[in-house]
């Protein structure tokens, strides 16, 4: 088996790791670029494991990605969403391991984290590998990754988001006819109908980037989303945006969205997470930046 060939193998469990470390496919792709030329350009018949080599490699880059992303995070316009990718049978290279852990809300929870400490929680956690493993991988050793794997724990798991019942067949259906539903709803501006479906406590958060329309804050409670979603209802019918509109229920970061679609082209992604039947949080991407990866998912499909 020729170097591209032990590449491509591993692609899928590679772009997963590089697109949960960096929380964007189009930054992931990137780092498996790089990392293919720079695994062609070592000697791999004298590495014991060219899979964890190639891990490496991806794992060293994403580190380097991140420490210099963090400061451009602070001169960020509005909140900031990860990159929405589809995750249906359509992209297995995405969901190549647990759907959970590519949410858009534990993508959030994993920038609390230190680089090194998402580095070592995801690789622990999520792909199985040993503090050994890691150690290797990171350049540290086995105690410093234990040290780190435990920091990390202890700032995600109180507030780690819920599985959204991934584990049930009958509760994803659920959410996903729900989701239709909120569809149906809001573009029809059914305000009646989107109280019934939004939880008490439900949270709204926009992502424009400051180059797509967008609420610059987040909102939180029934009473000011709904007001948001009717306000935007009536926007885009005043407007005449409504007539040339499309929304499609699909499954992105392994959860219902709707897919927003003006003259055809991709307007804007609304990520819905559900807790108790109720949607507990909308997500909304609009940055154009963001949905050129999802863009390019739609048009194979």
């Known amino acids: 088996m020729d170097e591209l060939q032990l590449f491509e193998g591993q692609r899928p469990r590679l772009f997963s790791i590089a697109y949960r470390m960096l929380g964007s496919a189009s930054d992931a792709e990137d780092v498996l670029q790089d990392a293919w030329l720079r695994f062609n350009d070592a000697d791999t018949a004298d590495i014991r494991s060219p899979q964890a080599f190639a891990a490496t490699i991806v794992t060293r880059l994403c580190l380097d990605r991140l420490k210099s992303a963090r400061a451009k995070r602070e001169e960020y ?21 647990r759907s959970e852990s590519v949410t858009l809300a534990f993508l959030v929870l994993l920038e609390t984290l230190s680089a090194e400490e998402r580095a070592v929680f995801l690789l622990k956690e999520v792909f199985d ?5 890691i ?5 540290t050793t086995p105690a410093n990754s234990r ?15 819920a599985p959204s019942g991934h584990d049930s067949r009958q509760g994803k259906d659920a959410r996903y006819t729900a989701a239709e539903r909120f569809a149906r709803a809001f573009r029809a501006g059914d305000a009646s109908q989107l109280e019934q479906l939004l ?3 439900v949270t709204f958060v926009a992502d424009g980037g400051g180059k797509a329309p967008a609420a610059r804050r ?3 409670g029934r009473d000011d989303v709904l007001n948001l979603l009717v306000g935007l209802h009536r926007s885009a019918s005043a407007s005449g945006i409504a007539s040339h509109a499309t929304i499609d229920v699909m499954e992105v970061n392994s959860e219902p969205a709707l897919v927003l679609r003006v003259n055809g082209q991709l307007d ?26 999802l863009k390019s998912q739609l048009r194979v499909m």
Do not use: C
């Open 129 to 133: 590998y040993q503090h050994a493993e």
């Open 77 to 97: 316009v509005g909140p900031w969403l990860p990159e929405p990718v589809l995750t249906a049978k359509e992209a297995p290279e995405v969901l190549a391991e």
């Open 147 to 161: 040290q780190l794997f435990h920091r990390a724990k202890s700032k995600v798991r109180p507030t780690r988001p």
């Open 218 to 220: 987040p909102l939180a």
């Open 135 to 139: 150690a290797e991988m990171l350049g």
């Open 199 to 201: 939880a008490a406590d």
């Open 268 to 293: 804007g992604v609304f990520v819905l997470s559900f807790e108790e039947g109720a949607i507990a949080a909308i997500r909304v991407v609009r940055n154009p930046d963001k949905l050129a990866y």
